[in-house]
């Protein structure tokens, strides 16, 4: 029963990726081909209602466990900024549906990638808590702040093409522009979370 209650936030913390994997993964699926939107917003949206269950798994294991294997601020942490990443991807999509966002810009498709390469790379990352191998997630948290990287420059030229395209119609770059911001805080809050990772590794290890 102790090994169980030790291991059951390695349990829900891989379960949490592997959810933001799967939001991340529908949503470049919607950009890839955007036909019926608002069915495809609707998948996104359950599987953020599943994320939202798994983060309250993990606070009520976190309530009931006296000791625990991590330190509890950093199982919080990890916890809620992983469902960060779910939140902001649910909240783009539904965005596009809202504001009637007819054909999204090449370069979203090209974001969204990026954050399913991120989530992947966050999957790998996830299981090192089981072992604490340092060497094992610094390679990891090295190739996510690569993407990080390609992220902040896609992102730059999306809002580049935005704000210098001739005739613009104002409404609807603010619309574009709020949807290519909630796209680069996702890829922020991977980093965040490989920062977390290797942090907690470090202390733990």
């Known amino acids: 029963m102790l090994k169980s209650k030790k291991h059951v936030f390695f349990d ?31 998948a996104i949206k359950a599987v953020e209602k599943e994320g939202d269950d798994i983060v309250r798994q993990i606070m009520n294991a976190l309530n009931s466990t006296f000791i625990t ?21 649910d909240g783009t999509a539904d965005r596009m549906y809202l504001y009637q966002i007819r054909q999204p810009d ?36 090295q190739e996510i702040k690569e993407l990080e990287h390609e992220s902040d420059s896609n992102y730059r030229h999306m809002v580049s093409d935005l704000l210098n395209a001739p005739n ?3 409404i609807e770059a603010i619309k ?7 796209l680069e805080n996702c890829a922020d ?10 942090g907690i590794v470090l202390k733990n290890a």
Do not use: W
Request: glycine residues 2%; charged residues 30%.
């Open 12 to 42: 829900l913390f891989e379960q949490q990726i592997a959810i933001v994997h799967k939001g991340t993964h529908l949503f470049y699926e919607m950009i890839g081909n955007y036909q019926d939107v608002e069915e495809k917003v609707k």
């Open 168 to 170: 613009a119609d104002p």
């Open 189 to 198: 809050f991977a980093e965040d979370v490989s920062n977390l990772v290797e």
């Open 69 to 89: 294997p991590l330190e509890r601020e950093d199982i919080h942490q990890l916890a809620h900024t992983m469902d960060s990443m779910i939140d902001y991807i």
């Open 176 to 182: 574009l522009k709020e949807l290519y911001d909630n």
């Open 106 to 141: 090449p370069r979203v498709l090209v974001q969204a990638n990026i954050l399913v390469q991120c989530t992947a790379k966050l999957i790998e990352l996830i299981r090192t808590l089981r072992k604490l191998d340092h060497d094992v997630v610094a390679k990891i948290a």
